[in-house]
């Protein structure tokens, strides 16, 4: 079940030099651990095996993990190609298009409007008006289409313009798209793929501004996965549209224009997996979408002052990878969650119950989950921005954790 | 305060009856022409409209653009008899302007009339129209409608007797059920609401099926998980029943879009009440049908009540046919209670819905003589009076046994025989499925994915556990 998640070093500190093309192959290939690439800010690298060699001055600027049996001659050259998030998910999209006439997408503006957030453009006009349908503007009912379409034997992608816009769809998502697998005793499957843009934006009112995995995650039957890397998103993408569960895919929408490389070659990733971005040993930061960026960021202030955080891309937001994540409240100890779902119930609240659960003998002091507060998340963008867990908030709750 | 309460209730189910007996008023039924796939004439007064054909709807969807082509045939909308032959264009198509304010009433003087066959003795009426029926289509249509009525009977009496949990009839709506799918293909895909187990009866679907359904045993094809009723057979391509009401009206448009792309000679048939009517669902699903050209036919079983709610309660329309108009649909009033009526315009609805790739809306009227479930009894918001009628002068078995008994196709001898057999039948499948095993714990956890995530599989760990430690709290009767 477990597929290693390959990655590449990446870096937009990458100078055109060819430093790269002497690099090593790291030694552990088969186990989970990864072995990652880093990069200096003088843009020298240098390989860093097993997370068990500690190396303070170890930096990362990118968020993005390596392969760990990465062969020697896809790192020697450059390796992929360079693209935006949005566009790794229209790659992703179109690979699979492409490798099964079932699979089609529907939802407002994806058609030769190419989408609101452009994941859809061009489809239109390679695979015609069929398969990536404009529909009317009512979620529920091109929701329910694609129910329906599923039922009789397509694979639809359904696109929300915003996820919270599928708040009016919840009725097909949890009653029927969750359930009718279950119901009809496994005689009608569901394989949809439910993405959209989600999560705090810039100034985009409270409506806008929607974190729907915290609604959706008691729903039985669905999966849920959040995209936060221009690789993940397009292996994500891909996972999701191959599953025969329906899948919710979150992206963020201040993600879109994330500039990555990812390799040439086909890749599809784990729908239940996490990912390891930065292995370390003081603290367990577990995060996902937005919030990655933020830890990261604040990762960068924590070395400098002598922590060494261990972050977690999570990924799965349902299930949870509680093999990934135990394993490092195994070594550390010590877990801070940080998200952008409101405290209450979202999904901080069910991982920190998970968490306590499970390995509540290997933590010595209790979970500190950092989100955003029960408010509506405000136009003005000062307050907007206070809603949203900063780095700095992270670094002082890190040392608060660690003393 | 009590007894001025009881007047007005007693008046307003008075208005409710007289609008009923109405229907008796109506006589031939309206011509059509003798080609089988034209459209049904609309109403008199918009005979200056002409139906529109065939060409333009397979432009969209296979092309760029639908602004263009909608707009064509918009054009045509713009007759002769407006006030002004001046024309102006907006988005969405050239139209005529009038200097007269002049709105639009919110109904016209007369209903939409209601297409019938057969009298309320079942002869056929004088210059009727309708799609012939072999003898043996109509033997067994008939033959269904009695099983359906005996399986209703029963089941209904074995959850009063506290077999089985839950039970609802479609007392009064036999016709509905049988004679819209005999008038369909196996291929069909058909999205049920709940009123229309005799869809998969005329399937295939075996009596002995059915009560596996409502008793939850392992023979039920949904593993025990849902509840009486709730039927659902992928071989049959009748999909699983799902509760809330009208969800599956959008995901008939899905269905029928995925029958389109490949290229199937089939379409989507699905049902819902008038109380379905007033979800979004339903105007959002005739909507995207339209845009969409799929092919759908969309079946509203007007029966008149919506569990406590009358029609005048539910919408303020006539009825569900003028909204088929609303959305750019084909329409249709049918009596429910026809069979032959019913039979005629599905037969002909889907012609329409496959050949020109879009929807058509089917009013069936009728009315719901069982109360809405075996959780409710009617006779607390309408006459007894009422409900007998119903049952014995409008029943539509009767009706159509009378037809078919004209005929020479049918005898006493064959009712009476037909009835014990299928009596004998059912109690016999009662009694297999009641002493049958119920599912296994396992399917608890099974199916709520493609394989068991590991949090299930825990969870399922825990529940054995618990079971291991307090057998005595575990029914006996269920495997682990």
Same mark, same amino acid.
């Given at each position: 079940?477990?597929?290693?998640?390959?990655?590449?070093?990446?870096?937009?500190?990458?100078?055109?030099?060819?430093?790269?093309?002497?690099?090593?192959? %790291?030694?552990?290939?088969?186990?989970?651990?990864?072995?990652? =690439?880093?990069?200096?800010?003088?843009?020298?690298?240098?390989?860093?095996?097993?997370?068990?060699?500690?190396?303070?001055?170890?930096?990362?600027?990118?968020?993005?993990?390596?392969?760990?049996?990465?062969?020697?001659?896809?790192?020697?050259?450059?390796?992929?190609?360079?693209?935006?998030?949005?566009?790794?998910?229209?790659?992703?999209?179109?690979?699979?298009?492409?490798?099964?006439?079932?699979?089609?997408?529907?939802?407002?503006?994806?058609?030769?409007?190419?989408?609101?957030?452009?994941?859809?453009?061009?489809?239109?006009?390679?695979?015609?008006?069929?398969?990536?349908?404009?529909?009317?503007?009512?979620?529920?009912?091109?929701?329910?289409?694609?129910?329906?379409?599923?039922?009789?034997?397509?694979?639809?992608?359904?696109?929300?313009?915003?996820?919270?816009?599928? +708040?009016?769809?919840?009725?097909?998502?949890?009653?029927?798209?969750?359930?009718?697998?279950?119901?009809?005793?496994?005689?009608?499957?569901?394989?949809?793929?439910?993405?959209?843009?989600?999560?705090?934006?810039?100034?985009?009112? &409270?409506?806008?501004?929607?974190? *729907?995995?915290?609604?959706?995650?008691?729903? %039985?039957?669905?999966?849920?996965?959040?995209?936060?890397?221009?690789?993940?998103?397009?292996?994500?993408?891909?996972?999701?549209?191959?599953?025969?569960? #329906?899948?919710?895919?979150?992206?963020?929408?201040?993600?879109?224009?994330?500039?990555?490389?990812? #390799?040439?070659?086909?890749?599809?990733?784990?729908?239940?997996?996490?990912?390891?971005?930065?292995?370390?040993?003081?603290?367990?930061?577990?995060?996902?979408?937005?919030?990655?960026?933020?830890?990261?960021? &604040?990762?960068?202030?924590?070395?400098?002052?002598?922590?060494?955080?261990?972050? @977690?891309?999570?990924?799965?937001?349902?299930?949870?990878?509680?093999?990934?994540?135990?394993?490092?409240?195994?070594?550390?100890?010590?877990?801070?969650?940080?998200?952008?779902?409101?405290?209450?119930?979202?999904?901080?609240?069910?991982?920190?119950?998970?968490?306590?659960?499970?390995?509540?003998?290997?933590?010595?002091?209790?979970?500190?989950?950092?989100?955003?507060?029960?408010?509506?998340?405000?136009?003005?963008?000062?307050?907007?921005?206070?809603?949203?867990?900063?780095?700095?908030?992270?670094?002082?709750?890190?040392?608060? *954790?660690?003393? | 305060?009590?007894?001025?309460?009881?007047?007005?209730?007693?008046?307003?189910? +008075?208005?409710?009856?007289?609008?009923? *007996?109405?229907?008796?008023?109506?006589?031939?039924?309206?011509?059509?022409?003798?080609?089988?796939?034209?459209?049904?004439?609309?109403?008199?007064?918009?005979?200056?409209?002409?139906?529109?054909?065939?060409?333009?709807?397979?432009?969209?969807?296979?092309?760029?653009?639908?602004?263009?082509?909608?707009?064509?045939?918009?054009?045509?909308?713009?007759?002769?008899?407006?006030?002004?032959?001046?024309?102006?264009?907006?988005?969405?198509?050239? $139209?005529?302007?009038?200097?007269?304010?002049?709105?639009?009433?919110?109904?016209?003087?007369?209903?939409?009339?209601?297409?019938?066959?057969?009298?309320?003795?079942?002869?056929?009426?004088?210059?009727?129209?309708?799609?012939? @029926?072999?003898?043996?289509?109509?033997?067994?249509?008939?033959?269904?409608?009695?099983?359906?009525?005996?399986?209703?009977?029963?089941?209904?009496? $074995?959850?009063?007797?506290?077999?089985?949990?839950?039970?609802?009839?479609?007392?009064?709506?036999?016709?509905?059920?049988?004679?819209?799918?005999?008038?369909?293909?196996?291929?069909?895909?058909?999205?049920?609401?709940?009123?229309?187990?005799?869809?998969?009866?005329?399937?295939?679907?075996?009596?002995?099926?059915?009560?596996?359904?409502?008793?939850?045993?392992?023979?039920?094809?949904?593993?025990?998980?849902?509840?009486?009723?709730?039927?659902?057979?992928?071989?049959?391509?009748?999909?699983?029943?799902?509760?809330?009401?009208?969800?599956?009206?959008?995901?008939?448009?899905?269905?029928?879009?995925?029958?389109?792309?490949?290229?199937?000679?089939?379409?989507?048939?699905?049902?819902?009440?008038?109380?379905?009517?007033?979800?979004?669902?339903?105007?959002?699903?005739?909507?995207?049908?339209?845009?969409?050209?799929?092919?759908?036919?969309?079946?509203?079983?007007?029966?008149?009540?919506?569990?406590?709610?009358?029609?005048?309660?539910?919408?303020?329309?006539?009825?569900?046919? $003028?909204?088929?108009?609303?959305?750019?649909?084909?329409?249709?009033?049918?009596?429910?209670?026809?069979? +032959?009526?019913?039979?005629?315009?599905?037969?002909?609805?889907?012609?329409?819905?496959?050949?020109?790739?879009?929807?058509?809306?089917? !009013?069936?009227?009728?009315?719901?003589?069982?109360?809405?479930?075996?959780?409710?009894?009617?006779?607390?918001?309408?006459?007894?009076?009422?409900?007998?009628?119903?049952?014995? !002068?409008?029943? #539509?078995?009767?009706?159509?046994?009378?037809? =078919?008994?004209?005929?020479?196709?049918?005898?006493?001898?064959? !009712?009476?025989?037909?009835?014990?057999?299928?009596?004998?039948? *059912?109690?016999? &499948?009662?009694?297999?499925?009641?002493?049958?095993?119920?599912? #296994?714990?396992?399917?608890?956890?099974?199916?709520?994915?493609?394989?068991?995530?590991?949090?299930?599989?825990?969870?399922?760990?825990?529940?054995?556990?618990?079971?291991?430690?307090?057998? !005595?709290?575990?029914?006996?009767?269920?495997?682990?």
């Amino acid at each position: 079940m477990a597929t290693l998640f390959q990655g590449l070093p990446s870096s937009t500190a990458f100078s055109s030099s060819n430093k790269f093309n002497h690099a090593p192959a %790291p030694t552990s290939f088969s186990e989970r651990k990864s072995s990652i =690439v880093t990069v200096r800010s003088d843009a020298r690298w240098s390989p860093v095996l097993n997370s068990a060699t500690h190396k303070p001055q170890r930096l990362i600027t990118n968020a993005v993990a390596t392969k760990a049996d990465s062969s020697l001659a896809s790192t020697s050259s450059k390796p992929g190609h360079e693209l935006l998030l949005f566009e790794a998910l229209r790659e992703g999209l179109e690979e699979e298009m492409e490798r099964d006439p079932c699979v089609c997408v529907m939802g407002e503006d994806v058609g030769h409007y190419g989408g609101s957030y452009k994941v859809t453009k061009g489809l239109a006009t390679k695979f015609g008006d069929l398969r990536v349908l404009d529909t009317p503007i009512a979620e529920n009912s091109f929701t329910g289409m694609g129910i329906g379409a599923a039922m009789t034997g397509l694979r639809p992608i359904i696109e929300g313009m915003n996820m919270g816009f599928l +708040l009016l769809a919840f009725n097909q998502i949890s009653n029927n798209c969750g359930m009718l697998h279950y119901t009809s005793g496994g005689q009608f499957k569901i394989p949809v793929v439910i993405r959209g843009p989600g999560g705090v934006g810039r100034q985009l009112g &409270a409506e806008h501004s929607q974190r *729907l995995e915290s609604y959706f995650q008691s729903i %039985p039957g669905i999966q849920m996965v959040a995209c936060s890397t221009p690789y993940n998103a397009k292996g994500l993408m891909k996972a999701a549209i191959r599953s025969e569960n #329906p899948v919710i895919l979150f992206e963020h929408v201040l993600l879109y224009n994330l500039k990555d490389r990812i #390799p040439d070659e086909e890749y599809v990733l784990s729908l239940e997996e996490a990912e390891m971005v930065r292995p370390g040993e003081h603290v367990t930061i577990l995060t996902y979408s937005r919030m990655r960026y933020h830890v990261m960021q &604040a990762a960068k202030t924590l070395v400098n002052k002598g922590y060494d955080p261990e972050v @977690i891309d999570i990924r799965s937001l349902k299930p949870f990878d509680l093999h990934t994540i135990g394993k490092s409240v195994k070594k550390t100890h010590r877990v801070l969650i940080v998200e952008e779902c409101m405290r209450t119930g979202g999904i901080g609240a069910s991982l920190t119950a998970a968490i306590t659960e499970n390995f509540n003998d290997d933590l010595d002091a209790p979970i500190v989950c950092l989100s955003s507060q029960d408010v509506p998340t405000p136009y003005a963008g000062t307050l907007e921005e206070w809603t949203v867990v900063q780095p700095a908030q992270i670094v002082t709750a890190v040392e608060q *954790l660690c003393q | 305060m009590a007894s001025s309460w009881s007047l007005i209730k007693r008046s307003r189910t +008075l208005i409710h009856h007289k609008k009923k *007996l109405a229907f008796l008023g109506i006589g031939s039924a309206p011509t059509f022409s003798s080609s089988s796939s034209s459209p049904f004439m609309k109403r008199p007064c918009a005979a200056s409209a002409p139906y529109i054909n065939n060409h333009f709807r397979f432009l969209r969807r296979f092309e760029s653009t639908k602004a263009e082509a909608a707009q064509l045939e918009l054009q045509h909308y713009v007759t002769d008899d407006d006030d002004n032959n001046q024309v102006i264009d907006f988005p969405g198509g050239k $139209v005529a302007f009038t200097s007269e304010m002049r709105f639009i009433s919110e109904s016209i003087q007369k209903r939409v009339p209601c297409y019938r066959v057969l009298d309320d003795n079942g002869m056929p009426m004088k210059y009727s129209n309708y799609v012939q @029926i072999s003898k043996e289509m109509a033997v067994k249509m008939y033959s269904d409608m009695v099983t359906l009525q005996t399986m209703d009977s029963i089941f209904y009496e $074995v959850q009063r007797q506290g077999r089985i949990s839950f039970y609802l009839t479609s007392m009064g709506e036999e016709a509905v059920n049988i004679a819209s799918a005999a008038a369909l293909s196996f291929d069909d895909v058909i999205l049920p609401q709940y009123r229309e187990p005799g869809v998969l009866l005329w399937r295939g679907f075996t009596l002995q099926q059915f009560v596996d359904q409502l008793f939850g045993n392992t023979s039920d094809l949904g593993k025990g998980r849902q509840m009486p009723i709730h039927y659902g057979s992928n071989k049959h391509n009748y999909f699983t029943v799902s509760s809330p009401i009208a969800t599956q009206l959008p995901q008939a448009v899905g269905a029928a879009y995925s029958l389109k792309i490949d290229g199937k000679s089939a379409c989507a048939v699905t049902y819902c009440g008038d109380g379905g009517t007033s979800e979004g669902d339903f105007h959002a699903g005739l909507n995207f049908a339209a845009v969409m050209d799929a092919p759908v036919i969309f079946i509203c079983r007007n029966n008149g009540w919506a569990i406590s709610t009358p029609v005048e309660e539910q919408f303020r329309s006539d009825g569900v046919v $003028v909204k088929g108009q609303a959305y750019g649909i084909w329409s249709i009033r049918v009596d429910g209670n026809d069979a +032959l009526a019913v039979y005629s315009a599905v037969h002909t609805a889907r012609e329409i819905a496959i050949k020109e790739k879009r929807p058509v809306l089917i !009013e069936a009227l009728t009315y719901r003589v069982g109360h809405h479930s075996t959780s409710d009894d009617s006779t607390k918001y309408r006459p007894i009076d009422e409900i007998e009628y119903w049952k014995m !002068e409008r029943n #539509p078995v009767n009706r159509f046994k009378r037809w =078919v008994e004209r005929n020479g196709w049918w005898s006493d001898h064959n !009712e009476s025989e037909l009835r014990s057999s299928v009596r004998k039948q *059912l109690m016999q &499948a009662i009694q297999v499925a009641e002493k049958a095993q119920k599912p #296994p714990l396992s399917d608890l956890f099974n199916d709520v994915y493609d394989r068991l995530p590991s949090n299930l599989e825990e969870q399922e760990r825990i529940l054995r556990e618990i079971v291991k430690k307090h057998p !005595e709290d575990y029914p006996s009767d269920v495997p682990l």
